[in-house]
């Protein structure tokens, strides 16, 4: 059945477009793009009709509420009546209004044909009730507000009006289309459009009335990184039950992150220094996180009778078992469908998007309900960076997901109810449940916010970017936890997690143009240590990451020795033992949760700079510190020297830990081969001799892990005397070196790094130090190896970068916030020498 417009007052989505938003508002004519333009791509959006802006304009006249509202705007703007009052007041007024015969019987005639549409393409499941009950049927559906300023670049307008789920019969949607005129004056609605400045009677609203999907789980994806504006990934987030749990933030959702470049099937949506790789079939999910998600709202019952209507509410808010927690609400594949289906859309809009979607409870389909421009971190320059950084630390109180990535200091100011802003004080630390949109005049007064509940892309979250509030969210016991008129400090700047300190601690804010950064001959990179915030560094004009480590991957994400999942028979304690099956649960083999947990944090990673090299240097934990990991003290040795001890290289062969070893190797295969990441390079740490180098090569072969096959470089730490002296021989096993210029002044000068006493002798600028670089540079390119070096001695030293440069370094890795300063000394140390030697520097 192909439905024609019905009347003045109402359109089919299929019939609209983006060119009707003033027409039908943002969300509506979003709605009609993508039924009318997605069917060839396959995607599924249920189907509805929207009411016109006009049926709104013409409602507010016939029932003569155009004065009132103005009366009571005007009592509010000055001080006569609250903004509780007034709203409320125009709120009932409109409530109380009534239809025309015309305009009920338009809408009502096209709730029939959407119920009989709906009918027709559901008839097993509804024959089956239609036998218990022969009644007309009445489609379950989801009626919506789409307000005509919604969506547009300047202004989100994210949750200011209401939306009506699981609404059947007639009787009870014309109610629920009058509810959702009233929303147009929420209280938040009306502070929103007058921080905007937007008049209100300039603003009019069009209601969508949809097809409702029975969610077994539903979320929201944006296809940007809502904290950074990183445009390469797909950010999803996913409860049980029906969407609103998210979008009002009281559950704490999954989160999954996908790479686009690796995934689209369009040239288009790769950057242009990318390779093609549209046509290999790579599962790049970089970010994988089990959120608590301990409720769902879902539908009361399934029954659709017109006879039981005025006995059915339309949901309920129930407590999820403890499997449900525990598990991801989507399969890989979903996550991969839903990631591909963004891409298309956004290809379709050509701007980020901000999108709805929901996995239907019989048939496990997955539909888009809805789509809509993101409007925060797309329409933001970045071409300025703004840090954030702490100058001290004190104890923490609680941790959760960062929103925005500033610090802010306050006292703690607990609230219930967003009533309650009158009592709440400017510039409180405002810590709650959770927050939603009702609570925008309250948020608008806090200094920053913290939550128990809610996930980074829940309304509260997107409306606290848009008012440049530090939030962190889904801290699940900060109401518990922090006391009122505790003064504390609230940082986002240290990655997605976010963590509120005890006490003000002193911060600092500076800005780095990227204009401003120098072009070089020779190749900055960054160090990266964590996943955690590395897209915050994804706009800096460098070369690659010289240097990550994948025992900060293994302690801060895993956290478990990995010889404790091979051989749980050793580990004899209890609780130990429980530790470890909470950790893995879901996994069936417990060394697939060390393989998953770290081939993500690598790729996500990878995906930061993407297709340009990223060094991976391998596990390089002392004895001391691998104890350090639960578990860790039923495999590891007791050495009185652990620096020169068993680490790096010579216990990826040593029966204690070759096997764990293998799984670091496994991980990087999954990384390069099964998710598509080739720009990993493999580094090996601390490698004592060539022998030593033999047989690490010879272990990684047997987990196909193999320099040269499918373009993989494996370069060598260069942090012990031997790699200089006998750099020739290492130089035919290895692809390049990376001299960390710590342990080799340490092993070069005979200093213990760590020793106070010995502190100012400790330089990698000694003469000895710099005679074993430029020697190791200069041999290493005689044999076709590239030298790169990880530290901040560039940075720090002007005259150092100066000697590495004049040495003829390949590359130089460097904390991201020193970028700026070491790449002017790189920059000026080039022209030094150009001018020294009137020849250009290659």
């Known amino acids: 059945m192909q439905p024609t417009q019905q009347g003045r007052y109402v359109f089919w989505f299929e019939q609209l477009s983006l060119n009707n938003l003033e027409q039908v508002g943002g969300k509506n004519a979003s709605l009609g793009e993508m039924i009318v333009n997605m069917r060839k791509a396959h995607i599924n959006v249920p189907i509805g009709f929207a009411t016109t802006a006009q049926l709104f304009v013409e409602f507010l006249q016939q029932n003569e509420l155009n004065n009132s509202i103005k009366y009571h705007i005007k009592a509010y703007d000055s001080g006569q009546q609250t903004l509780a009052i007034s709203g409320s007041a125009i ?101 929103y459009r007058e921080r905007q400045g937007f008049e209100h009677d300039k603003v009019a609203l069009s209601v969508g009335i949809q097809q409702m999907i029975n969610s077994k789980a539903a979320g929201v994806m944006f296809t940007l990184d809502t904290e950074t504006g990183f445009p390469d990934v797909v950010e999803i987030s996913g409860a049980w039950g029906l969407g609103e749990t998210i979008v009002k933030g009281s559950v704490t959702p999954d989160r999954f992150m996908v790479f686009k470049p690796l995934l689209a099937p369009d040239k288009n949506l790769v950057r242009k220094s ?82 709805e979607w929901a996995k239907d409870s019989d048939s496990a389909q997955l539909y888009i309900v809805q789509a809509r421009p993101e409007t925060v971190e797309s329409q933001k320059s970045h071409s300025v960076l703004v840090n954030h950084k702490l100058l001290e630390q004190s104890k923490i109180l609680v941790e959760g997901a960062s929103v925005g990535s500033a610090i802010a200091t306050g006292r703690v100011f607990k609230v219930t109810s967003p009533n309650d802003v009158e009592q709440f004080p400017d510039g409180a630390m405002l810590v709650t449940q959770r927050t939603d949109p009702d609570w925008l005049p309250l948020m608008r007064k806090a200094s920053g916010i913290i939550t128990n509940t809610g996930g980074p892309t829940s309304h509260a979250a997107i409306v606290s970017r848009e008012l440049k509030i530090a939030a962190i969210v889904g801290c699940e016991n900060a109401t518990e936890v922090l006391n009122n008129d505790q003064e504390v400090t609230l940082s986002c700047a240290q990655g997605s997690q ?76 209890s609780k130990v033992n429980q530790k470890i099956s909470d950790l893995c649960h879901g996994y069936e083999n417990e060394a697939d949760y060390f393989v998953d947990k770290l081939s993500l944090g690598v790729a996500k990673i990878a995906a930061s700079q993407y297709p340009k090299p990223v060094i991976v240097r391998m596990s390089d934990f002392k004895s001391n510190e691998y104890r350090g990991l639960l578990a860790g003290e039923y495999f590891e040795l007791y050495e009185e020297n652990p620096m020169l001890g068993l680490r790096g290289a010579s216990r990826y062969y040593h029966k204690l830990y070759r096997e764990a070893f293998l799984l670091e190797c496994q991980a990087i295969v999954k990384v390069r081969e099964r998710m598509g990441f080739d720009n990993v390079i493999v580094m090996i740490p601390f490698c004592r001799t060539p022998d030593e180098a033999d047989k690490v090569l010879s ?64 330089d990698a600028r000694n003469d000895a130090v710099k005679i074993m670089i430029a020697q190791v540079i200069k041999v290493a390119h005689q044999y076709g190896c590239k030298v790169g070096i990880c530290g901040q001695a560039p940075s720090d030293h002007p005259e150092f970068a100066e000697f590495l440069v004049n040495c003829g370094i390949d590359s130089i890795s460097l904390n991201p916030d020193s970028v700026v300063m070491a790449s002017a000394h790189i920059a000026l140390a080039e022209k030094n020498i150009k001018e020294k030697s009137n020849v250009r520097v290659d």
């Open 274 to 355: 990318s390779p093609d790789k549209s046509n290999q079939d790579f599962t790049p999910i970089i970010e994988k996180i089990c959120g608590s998600k301990l409720e769902k709202m879902c539908f009361v019952n399934t029954c659709q009778t017109s006879t039981e209507i005025e006995e059915q509410k339309s949901t309920v808010t129930l407590s999820t078992s403890c499997d449900e927690r525990q598990s991801l609400v989507l399969s890989d594949n979903e996550i991969l469908q839903l990631a591909k289906w963004a891409v298309k859309i956004e290809q379709h809009y050509g701007k980020a998007m901000d999108i």
């Open 91 to 191: 709120r009932a007024l409109i409530a109380n209004g009534d239809f025309t015969n015309q305009q009920s019987s338009e809408i009502t005639q096209a709730y029939q044909t959407l119920s009989k549409r709906i009918e027709q393409s559901q008839s097993a499941s509804i024959t089956k009730i239609k036998k218990l009950n022969p009644a007309p049927y009445f489609a379950s559906v989801a009626v919506r507000s789409s307000a005509t300023a919604e969506d547009l670049p300047q202004a989100s307008f994210a949750g200011q009006q209401e939306s009506y789920l699981n609404i059947v019969g007639i009787d009870k949607l014309l109610n629920a289309c009058k509810q959702c005129f009233a929303s147009l004056y929420t209280d938040r609605a009306i502070i």
């Open 498 to 573: 976010g963590i509120v300190y005890d006490g003000k601690l002193a911060f600092e804010t500076y800005e780095v143009n990227l204009s401003d950064i120098p072009n070089t001959h020779t190749d900055i990179m960054i160090n990266a240590a964590m996943p955690d915030g590395i897209f915050k560094w994804w706009s800096l004009p460098v070369a690659g990451i010289g240097l990550t480590r994948i025992e900060f991957i293994i302690s801060s994400q895993i956290g478990v020795h990995p010889m404790a999942l091979l051989h749980r028979e050793k580990v004899t304690d």
């Open 699 to 762: 272990v990684m072969k047997e987990a196909n892990l193999t320099r040269g096959i499918n373009g993989l470089q494996v370069y060598v730490m260069c942090e012990i005397p031997s790699n200089i002296i006998m750099a020739k021989e290492f130089a035919q096993r290895f692809d390049g070196f990376s001299i960390g210029s710590n342990d080799l002044t340490q092993l070069v000068l005979g200093i213990d790094r760590d020793s106070t006493e010995l502190q100012s002798l400790f």
